[in-house]
Structure formats: structure tokens, C-alpha cells
């Protein structure tokens, strides 16, 4: 009803009489009588709602799918920060220990990752239902991650040492610190404090994909949604983790990541891009 009536910032609750709608509390206690007596007028007797479909236009953001998830699932999961936390924790551990440890510690790891990211997530998406605010989410979500993918492509282009979207340098000794643990509830916190230090990578996209399902589909409807984006984005993990593993020495995968990290920024800032724009502009082109 919500879409078919073009309602661009649904709530909690809601009354819906022939083509009037009243959300919140407030227009419910101010103006429920006079909608009532004037849809009596017009109508002559019982309201027979004339509904049509309203159109996609920015703000109401209702072409969330599955494959649009996927998509910005998988640019989100080629994240350098969690990589390369990852790898130097398997760096520092697969001398030390079995195969059988660094695997049970590397999935502590990404599992802590996966848990953040998705308790997060329920988080972000009850504030966004409780407040009414999820078309404002999706809109500014979008308008960061296009900001955020600029400034992706700038710093692969032209600088030289380190990047700003990255993990803070004051950070990286408590991350450190845990890395050179390497036990179980040292790996637990360090996936935890990766969540938190790595939003600035690439978090825009993420807040995106929680605004357009908060907007489209209820609470309860939108968890399996955020099930596939977080499993999507820790499948990267899960492959590295595996290939170190299986034999592939863990120096080869962090030659690679250093080779390749100015590149592989510069694909996650054209995608962040992408993604932002067809938030924005998307629904006319549909």
C-alpha cells in the first residue's frame, strides 16, 4: 500500500482511507476525523479506494533485488582492510602453528567480521524503520558512496604512501597488538575492531543497500537480504583463508595485494560510483 500510494517515508502507525493516508501518531490525532467526514462526502457512503501504482522516481526507491544486493555485496567484499588484516594475521601464525590452528583461527576471524557487519546491519535497519527516515538513508547513502568512489579514484591515481580511506594509523598498533596473540578471543576481537576501522573503505555502500531495504521491505522481509550481502561480502575471506590453507604461502597473496591494491581501489571507486548513481537516477531509467 505504501508503494501504490507513493508513500516516500513509511511509519509506524499508519491509516489508510480511499487515496488519504496519515502516518504517525500526530496526523492520526489531528486529522483522522476530518478525513473520515470528507471521504463520506465524496463518496456518499463507504470509501472505495481508487489506487493506482505510483511511478519510480527518486525517493521512493523501491527497485531493490537480489542481483543489485549481489552486486554491491561483491564490489563491497574486495575490501583492502580486511584483506590485508587477514593475511598478516596468517603471515604471523602459519609458521607458528598447524594448518588445523591457522584455519580454526582464520575463521574466528572472518566470523567476527561477518557477525559485526551483520549485527550492524539489524541495528541500522531498526533505527531506520522505527525513525521514518529510510528514503533520507538510501538518498545520503548514495550521494557518500559516489563521494567515497571519487575519492577511491583520486588516491589510486596520484598518492604515492598510504591511503585516507584506510584503517587509521593511530589504530593499527591495537590491531597489532591482537595480531601478534594469534589466539582464538585475540582473532574474535581483532574481526570486530576491523569491523569498526574498516567502515571508511568502503561503508557507503553498505549504508546504501540498508537504506533501500528498510524502504522496500519490513524488518522480518529484509534479514535474509542482509544474510546474503554479509556472506557475500566475507566470501573473498574465505577463499584467501583456504588457499593459505591448502598450501598457496601466504607471502605470494600479500605480493599480490601489494601489486595489485592501487588497481583494485580504483575498480572499487568506478563501482561505488555505479552504485551511487543507479541508487540516484536509476528508477527513471527503469
Same mark, same amino acid.
Given at each position: 500500500?505504501?508503494?501504490?500510494? *507513493?508513500?516516500?517515508?513509511?511509519?509506524?502507525?499508519?491509516?489508510?482511507?480511499?487515496?488519504?493516508?496519515?502516518?504517525?501518531?500526530?496526523?492520526?490525532?489531528?486529522? !483522522?476525523?476530518?478525513?473520515?467526514?470528507?471521504?463520506?462526502a465524496?463518496?456518499?457512503g463507504?470509501?472505495?479506494?481508487?489506487?493506482?501504482?505510483?511511478?519510480?522516481?527518486?525517493?521512493?526507491?523501491?527497485?531493490?533485488?537480489?542481483?543489485?544486493?549481489?552486486?554491491?555485496?561483491?564490489?563491497?567484499?574486495?575490501n583492502? &582492510?580486511?584483506?590485508?588484516?587477514?593475511?598478516?594475521?596468517?603471515?604471523?601464525?602459519?609458521?607458528?602453528?598447524?594448518?588445523?590452528?591457522? !584455519?580454526?583461527?582464520?575463521?574466528? /576471524?572472518?566470523?567476527?567480521?561477518?557477525?559485526?557487519?551483520?549485527?550492524?546491519?539489524?541495528?541500522?535497519?531498526s533505527?531506520?524503520h $522505527?525513525?521514518?527516515?529510510?528514503?533520507?538513508?538510501?538518498?545520503?547513502?548514495?550521494?557518500?558512496?559516489?563521494?567515497?568512489?571519487?575519492?577511491?579514484?583520486?588516491?589510486?591515481?596520484v598518492?604515492?604512501?598510504?591511503?585516507?580511506?584506510?584503517?587509521?594509523?593511530?589504530?593499527?598498533?591495537?590491531? @597489532?597488538?591482537?595480531?601478534?596473540?594469534?589466539? $582464538?578471543?585475540?582473532?574474535?576481537?581483532?574481526?570486530? !575492531?576491523?569491523?569498526?576501522? @574498516?567502515?571508511? &573503505?568502503?561503508?557507503?555502500?553498505?549504508?546504501?543497500?540498508?537504506?533501500?531495504?528498510?524502504?522496500?521491505?519490513?524488518?522480518?522481509? *529484509?534479514?535474509?537480504?542482509?544474510?546474503? /550481502?554479509?556472506?557475500?561480502?566475507?566470501?573473498? $575471506?574465505?577463499?584467501?583463508?583456504?588457499?593459505?590453507?591448502?598450501?598457496?604461502?601466504?607471502?605470494?597473496?600479500?605480493?599480490?595485494?601489494? @601489486?595489485?591494491?592501487?588497481?583494485?581501489?580504483?575498480?572499487?571507486?568506478?563501482?561505488?560510483?555505479?552504485?551511487?548513481?543507479?541508487?540516484?537516477?536509476?528508477?527513471?531509467?527503469?
Amino acid at each position: 500500500m505504501d508503494q501504490n500510494l *507513493g508513500i516516500a517515508s513509511p511509519g509506524v502507525p499508519t491509516i489508510i482511507i480511499g487515496n488519504h493516508t496519515l502516518v504517525g501518531e500526530d496526523q492520526i490525532r489531528d486529522q !483522522l476525523e476530518q478525513v473520515i467526514l470528507a471521504e463520506q462526502a465524496t463518496s456518499g457512503g463507504p470509501a472505495q479506494g481508487n489506487l493506482t501504482v505510483a511511478e519510480n522516481s527518486p525517493g521512493t526507491f523501491s527497485h531493490l533485488t537480489v542481483p543489485l544486493v549481489i552486486v554491491a555485496a561483491g564490489i563491497d567484499s574486495l575490501n583492502p &582492510c580486511a584483506f590485508t588484516v587477514l593475511i598478516i594475521l596468517l603471515l604471523s601464525i602459519i609458521a607458528l602453528q598447524s594448518r588445523r590452528q591457522v !584455519l580454526i583461527v582464520g575463521v574466528t /576471524y572472518i566470523a567476527a567480521v561477518f557477525l559485526f557487519y551483520f549485527i550492524s546491519g539489524i541495528g541500522v535497519l531498526s533505527f531506520v524503520h $522505527l525513525s521514518g527516515i529510510s528514503s533520507l538513508i538510501a538518498l545520503a547513502a548514495a550521494v557518500i558512496a559516489i563521494v567515497l568512489g571519487v575519492v577511491n579514484i583520486i588516491e589510486a591515481a596520484v598518492k604515492k604512501d598510504g591511503f585516507f580511506l584506510a584503517i587509521p594509523e593511530s589504530k593499527k598498533p591495537v590491531i @597489532e597488538r591482537y595480531i601478534t596473540t594469534a589466539t $582464538l578471543p585475540a582473532a574474535f576481537v581483532l574481526g570486530v !575492531l576491523v569491523g569498526i576501522f @574498516e567502515l571508511p &573503505c568502503t561503508g557507503g555502500i553498505y549504508l546504501t543497500i540498508l537504506g533501500l531495504i528498510s524502504n522496500t521491505l519490513t524488518f522480518t522481509e *529484509g534479514i535474509p537480504y542482509l544474510l546474503l /550481502y554479509n556472506l557475500i561480502f566475507v566470501l573473498p $575471506l574465505i577463499v584467501i583463508l583456504l588457499a593459505v590453507v591448502l598450501g598457496i604461502p601466504p607471502e605470494r597473496v600479500n605480493t599480490w595485494r601489494l @601489486e595489485n591494491r592501487r588497481k583494485l581501489r580504483f575498480a572499487i571507486g568506478v563501482a561505488m560510483i555505479l552504485v551511487g548513481a543507479f541508487i540516484l537516477i536509476g528508477p527513471r531509467l527503469l
